[in-house]
């Protein structure tokens, strides 16, 4: 198991109900973070065009998450 | 240089900043709060920005439009926070030797800025009720755009 903290986004943290929450995952990746948090909060948005974060750098959804890291997860994004 | 600000873009003072003697050519892009989106009346708007990997992302755009359109001067500030209408939401500068990569350069720049920052917009419309506008539809556009013209992300 490991020790992540998740931060949510937009409609992402209006799903969860909180900014960040520090949760103990059996996860090797940061879409399995996505899919276990998804579940949690009842969120269905698919991965297309969401991004992931991981310790303030740009991820990809296969990179690896380590004990004590913090994953943001970012739904669909609309600058300008 | 790319910032995030929370209050009203000086658009006159960014002007001033984008003067070079070597500028034969400037371009530059405001984007403003509209009125309506998909048929439906928009009020205002608010922009959730995660200003630590915007600005980030945003000057890496800046590098990037530089590589590829050889720029003088790229300045970019994108809002955050509460807007009305008619607001301005991101500004856009870029002096170049020449007209086409400023102009160039300037597309390249708001382009992307609008997919790949994280910066999120949710609208507040006439009945009261809001809504997180989802850009899947410019991200595609954006993506059959590049496509076409062979070039890739």
């Keep these: 198991m490991k020790t ?11 799903h969860a109900g909180v900014d960040e929450e520090t949760l103990s995952l059996d996860v090797t990746s940061a879409m399995d973070v996505f899919e276990r948090t998804r579940a949690r909060h009842g969120s269905s948005e698919p991965t297309g065009h969401c991004k992931v974060a991981i310790n303030d750098e740009m991820a990809e959804w296969s990179s690896g998450v380590n004990d004590g890291d913090t994953v943001l997860l970012f739904p669909p994004v609309a600058g300008g | 240089m790319f910032e995030i600000s929370e209050n009203d873009i000086a658009i006159d003072a960014l002007r001033e900043q984008m003067k070079d003697p ?8 405001e984007g403003r709060v509209r009125n309506e989106n998909e048929g439906r009346m928009v009020e205002r708007l608010e922009y959730e920005v995660y200003e ?8 890496r755009v800046l590098e990037e439009a530089q590589q590829r359109f050889p720029y003088l001067l790229a300045f970019c500030v994108h809002r955050s926070g509460l807007l009305e209408i008619g607001d301005c939401a991101v500004w856009v500068g870029v002096a170049a030797a020449h007209r086409d990569e400023a102009f160039q350069a300037c597309r390249y ?3 992307e800025i609008k997919v790949r920052l994280p910066v999120w917009k949710k609208e507040h419309y006439a009945g009261g009720d809001s809504g997180w506008v989802n850009c899947e539809r410019c991200a595609s556009v954006l993506r059959q755009s590049k496509d076409q013209n062979g070039k890739g992300s």
């Design chain 2, 109 to 111: 720049i708001i382009d």
């Design chain 1, 4 to 14: 992540i903290t998740v931060r949510y986004f937009a409609i992402f943290r209006e």
């Design chain 2, 22 to 29: 070597g500028a034969g050519g400037y371009c530059v892009f």
């Design chain 2, 52 to 59: 630590p990997l915007a600005v980030k992302e945003g000057e």
